[in-house]
Structure formats: C-alpha cells, structure tokens
C-alpha cells in the first residue's frame, strides 16, 4: 500500500497546465496507491459551490471515479479554498479533514498533516485576516451574496493579498520555528507535512533531543510537486508540467 500528497496547485482556468498535469497524475497513479492527500489550495480561490471555478466539475468526476475504483480521497482546506463544502467534495468522492490531523504512514512513522499557513505566525496581519475569515459568521455572512458580489470581494482580496506580499519581509512569511516545535511536540510527532509557503524542501529537525523532519511540498508551476509514501520510504517528487 502507498499513498500520496499533493497541495498549492492553484487551479484555475488560465493555467490549463496544471489542470492537464494533474489529470495526467491521477492518470497514472502509483500501482498500489490507495489513499490520496489534497493538503489545501486546491484551488486559486473558491467563493461557494455554487459557483465553481470552470473545470473543477470535471476534477470532481475524475476524482469520483477514482474514489469509485478504491480510492480514498482526503481534502485539507487552504487558505485560498476554505470555503470548499459539502456539495463540491461529495461530487468528488472526498472527506474533510481537519486542519491538523496525524496520520500513521507506511513507513511507521506517525505523520501531522496541515496546510501550512497556520505555522505562519510571524506574519500577524495574516493570521488576523485568517481568525476573520475562518469564523463561521463570516463565512455564512459571504455565502450569502450574490455570486457577482462574491466575485468581487475575492478578487479584491486577491488583489490586496498580492499587493502586501510584494511589500512584506518574505522570512515573515515563511514557518515560524518555535510554532512548529510546539505544533509538532504537543501532536507527538516526529514528522510534518504542509504546503502553503512555496518552499519545497525537507528539514531535518531535533525535537525534544529525537531526531524529526519537515516536508514541504511546493506549489504547481512549472513543476508539479508530490510526496509518495510506500513502506520503504517517503518521498518528496517533481515533474515538469
């Protein structure tokens, strides 16, 4: 049995690429494959199911029959898809986990999943835009708008979002250490998994004088980026789009 984890692909209709080389991952599934891990930003920006982004109905058909022929499929909210819901993950076969969730992988080792930006705690507007908008009120609040509203408002977030990038100090928005030595020794793990900052790496860590990792999966541009787990390993892979 092997698993994999994919994250940041940022789907949305003016990069078909992508699309095409995630259809050509699921396509060619590792052979013995049985669980496949979407650890958030799915998707460039999700403003409701009821107004999906062109082409994710067909994702979500691809993704069924994969579900369908035995695979189980996991979805992470990210920061730019926590708005994901129920209608859209049962067209795709899939389950919701929770922000942070431990996972034993076949190698043994007991593995913490999350999207990422939650360890970003350097960058204080940001994680006081992320309580805002990961309240329940909020987001029934915005659910609630016409379409042509919700397309508004995110495309102005987008917008502000990328503006305050350029500005900020790029370290501050990187994983702060002290959160991640914390997240990692209250969960009892010796291996992170996350995506979000863009960084594809793996880091060698000490926690609690053991030896622990971090994986960092990257983002889908020119490459795309996966981790296959099998009982011999775990490995962090790219391929050109």
Request: charged residues 25%; contains cysteine.
């Amino acid at each position: 049995m092997s698993l994999l984890l994919i994250s940041d692909l940022h789907l949305q209709p003016t990069r078909p690429d992508i699309m095409s080389g995630l259809t050509r991952l699921l396509n060619n599934l590792p052979q013995g494959c049985r669980q496949l891990y979407i650890l958030g930003d799915l998707f460039e920006y999700w403003i409701g199911d009821d107004a999906p982004l062109p082409g994710t109905d067909l994702l979500a058909d691809q993704l069924y029959q994969l579900h369908r022929q035995g695979l189980q499929i996991f979805f992470q909210a990210g920061n730019r898809d926590f708005l994901v819901g129920n209608a859209w993950l049962q067209k795709a076969g899939a389950q919701l986990l929770p922000e942070a969730f431990k996972l034993r992988f076949p190698d043994g080792v007991l593995t913490l999943l999350m999207h990422g930006d939650q360890l970003c705690t350097d960058d204080i507007e940001y994680q006081a835009f992320r309580k805002t908008v990961r309240d329940p009120l909020w987001k029934q609040a915005f659910l609630s708008k016409t379409i042509q509203e919700r397309i508004a408002i995110a495309e102005n977030l987008r917008a502000e979002s990328q503006m305050r990038g350029a500005e900020k100090n790029q370290e501050i928005m990187d994983v702060n250490q002290q959160t991640l030595e914390h997240v990692m020794d209250k969960a009892s793990v010796t291996r992170l998994i996350h995506g979000h900052t863009h960084r594809p790496a793996r880091h060698q860590l000490t926690i609690n004088n053991k030896p622990a990792e971090r994986i960092v999966l990257g983002d889908w541009d020119k490459k795309g980026w996966y981790i296959h787990a099998t009982p011999e390993g775990t490995e962090l892979i790219s391929v050109e789009l």
